[in-house]
């Protein structure tokens, strides 16, 4: 029964972080996240004006990077969980007595949404990394289409780019939680816990208070 509990909580405490995220999200007043925003696109107007581009290159490709560190361990992480499929790691305990689904099927489900949910936002920030690092290589500032301009687009790339990498980011840590469920149990409802109010009220405190402006 500790092992119905703890997924249900687990559910529970990412359906709390995600419904304070789109909260928050959609408030319009200041905060941290709108902070950080303005300076990335900044950042981007900054180097338009830059004669010698090497320092911004640099810095986009430490941030390349950075994210296929994550890919490749992630990469590895799924090899490693799927050789643990049917081993007497994994509980074969029905869960809540439902005979087509036991625990160690939810435990190697949830590690691997986790995963792959992680994987995919760290191959998209990449993607649009990419994307701002040759506009920055060109005129962009020449070309534009209508409500288009190539300004814009390489600022909502980076901006894209940023976002994607936080939602790995956050993924990870959710994956820290899965993964001590192969452990035990309590553990399990431990670390969820703490990395949830952690996220919350440490980490992302943007998400569950609003400054006005």
Not at 24 to 29: E, K, V
Not at 56 to 73: H, V, Y
Request: net charge neutral; with cysteine; hydrophobic share 50%.
């Amino acid at each position: 029964m500790i092992d119905e509990f703890s997924f249900i909580l687990f559910l529970g405490c990412v359906s709390i972080y995600i419904i304070l995220f789109i909260i928050r999200s959609r408030n319009r007043g200041s905060s941290e996240r709108s902070t950080l925003n303005l300076i990335y696109r900044n950042w981007v107007q900054n180097r338009m004006t830059d004669e010698n581009l090497l320092y911004a290159t640099q810095a986009l490709r430490n941030f390349i990077m950075g994210n296929a560190t994550f890919i490749s361990g992630l990469l590895i992480l799924v090899g490693i969980l799927v050789g643990l499929y049917n081993t007497q790691i994994l509980s074969s305990e029905p869960f809540w007595g439902f005979q087509e689904i036991n625990i160690g099927f939810l435990q190697m489900a949830s590690n691997l949404a986790l995963v792959f949910f992680s994987l995919f936002n760290f191959i998209l920030s990449i993607r649009y990394i990419v994307r701002v690092s040759l506009l920055l290589t060109g005129d962009i500032k020449k070309y534009s289409e209508g409500e288009y301009n190539g300004i814009d687009i390489a600022k909502k790339a980076f901006i894209s780019a940023q976002n994607h990498w936080f939602f790995g980011n956050r993924g990870l840590f959710f994956i820290f939680a899965t993964l001590s469920w192969l452990i035990d149990s309590l553990f399990f409802i431990l670390v969820i816990l703490i990395i949830t109010v952690y996220l919350v009220v440490f980490q992302d405190i943007w998400v569950a208070s609003k400054k006005h402006d």
